[in-house]
């Protein structure tokens, strides 16, 4: 087998090329390192790497050259960067997508697997689930949604087979640690090893699913290889643990030196995952609880 894995330097897409190679695929990374919360970028020596823009038709065709599976994770994945850019967030996250689709579509890729966003569901009430309208507060959201409907339409009207995942708050090892836009988790950590307050946002009583890394991976991999219906393509599934704490709790997991920074717009104040969609069609769960994880690692 071989897959093409776009953004696959990063946090989420390095983890998934490492587990993909272990499993003996032949991999081609593409990533143009735009990504500015990380101190680092992950290129595994094994597989073919190119780093480059999404949005190059020319040079993302010729990766796709005998691809099987597209894992589709290169974007503007901030929400405060794409407030402070929208139309960099939607060149890169909808046409970039776009432009992804077209040479799946073109080379004959057997599947795409597509990652998106729990920020689409906004101020929803909770648990989320797949059938609840879209509520975008962002560009963001907005642009990773636009993204969804691409796949879509993909799959209904050229019958290339896409399937949509929306991450809960991912964490685990690679995540963003730099600035002031990675992962809380990461932020959280790197705080307390410098003997820093940790920094809550507002009142720290939001609350977000967190979903473990590995999880989200293995979620990629049975969508991949699964043998679902043909109704299960161009549909949304939701990545996550089912369980919700509020970034003060999360916070009293690390450390009891914090203080509170003012609150951002444009952010959710609730997630939580409905995910029995993702198990009763592809038999996913997730393993790895925040707790545990937290216990072995901070």
Request: overall charge negative.
């Amino acid at each position: 087998m071989k897959s093409l894995v776009t953004g696959g330097a990063g946090f989420i897409g390095s983890n998934l090329v490492d587990e993909l190679l272990e499993m003996g695929h032949e991999v081609v990374v593409i990533d143009n390192e735009f990504a500015d919360c990380h101190e680092q970028f992950y290129w595994n020596p094994k597989a073919y790497n190119v780093k480059g823009d999404i949005r190059n038709y020319n040079l993302l065709k010729n990766c796709m050259t005998g691809v099987d599976y597209v894992f589709h994770l290169a974007a503007e994945a901030r929400i405060q960067p794409a407030i402070q850019n929208p139309i960099e967030a939607v060149s890169i996250n909808s046409v970039g997508t776009c432009t992804v689709l077209q040479c799946a579509r073109e080379s004959g890729v057997k599947r795409v697997m597509y990652s998106s966003t729990s920020s689409a569901y906004g101020f929803n009430e909770v648990p989320n689930v797949e059938t609840q309208p879209d509520d975008c507060l962002n560009p963001y959201s907005i642009s990773k949604v636009n993204g969804e409907k691409l796949c879509k339409m993909y799959t209904d009207l050229f019958d290339l087979p896409t399937v949509i995942f929306r991450y809960f708050n991912v964490y685990g090892e690679r995540q963003p640690l730099k600035g002031q836009y990675g992962t809380v988790i990461g932020i959280f950590m790197v705080q307390k090893s410098k003997g820093e307050p940790l920094t809550i946002v507002g009142d720290g009583e939001q609350r977000r699913d967190f979903t473990h890394v590995s999880d989200v991976v293995n979620a990629n991999i049975m969508a991949a290889i699964g043998n679902p219906e043909e109704s299960a393509f161009g549909e949304v599934y939701n990545i996550g643990n089912g369980v919700n704490y509020s970034v003060n709790e999360l916070a009293g997991m690390i450390s009891e030196n914090t203080i509170n920074i003012p609150s951002r717009p444009g952010e959710s104040r609730v997630t939580l995952a409905n995910n029995q969609k993702m198990k009763e069609t592809f038999g996913w769960s997730p393993k790895v609880s925040l707790t545990d994880w937290i216990s072995k690692n901070v």
